[in-house]
């Protein structure tokens, strides 16, 4: 599976690429919400893991730039500790509230993007 992290924490980022390479999945990570859309001329993601809080463009004026692009488009999965009430506003696939455990990132991989 191709999954694309974007979250303003890079250690963050460093740990779910190494846990989700070390179960076999592609992993691009963006450090914000313009270097995501500036990546996905390069990168087809099965899946996106999105903060919802990050400086300069916000994790829903992401979704809302990326929804307006030509499709198809990834699922989005919110990884955050902003809350659930965080999505308003988002059409998400699934949440996952900080810190989690790496198996309930596994479970909704598999739920959100079962064919990758």
Do not use: C, W
Not at 101 to 112: C, G, K, N, P, S
Request: proline share 6%.
């Amino acid at each position: 599976m191709k999954v694309l992290a974007i979250d303003d924490d890079r250690l963050f980022l460093q740990m779910v690429r190494a846990a989700l390479e070390e179960e076999g999945h592609q992993v691009a990570v963006a450090t914000s919400g313009e270097a995501a859309l500036d990546l996905l001329g390069q990168v087809t993601p099965d899946v996106i893991l999105l903060d919802i809080r990050m400086p300069r463009m916000s994790g829903r004026t992401f979704a809302r730039a990326y929804a307006s692009r030509p499709g198809p488009h990834a699922p989005l999965i919110v990884v955050s500790g902003a809350g659930e009430a965080a999505m308003t506003g988002v059409n998400v696939a699934g949440y996952l509230a900080k810190p989690f455990e790496l198996d309930a990132l596994l479970h909704l991989l598999r739920e959100v993007a079962p064919a990758a």
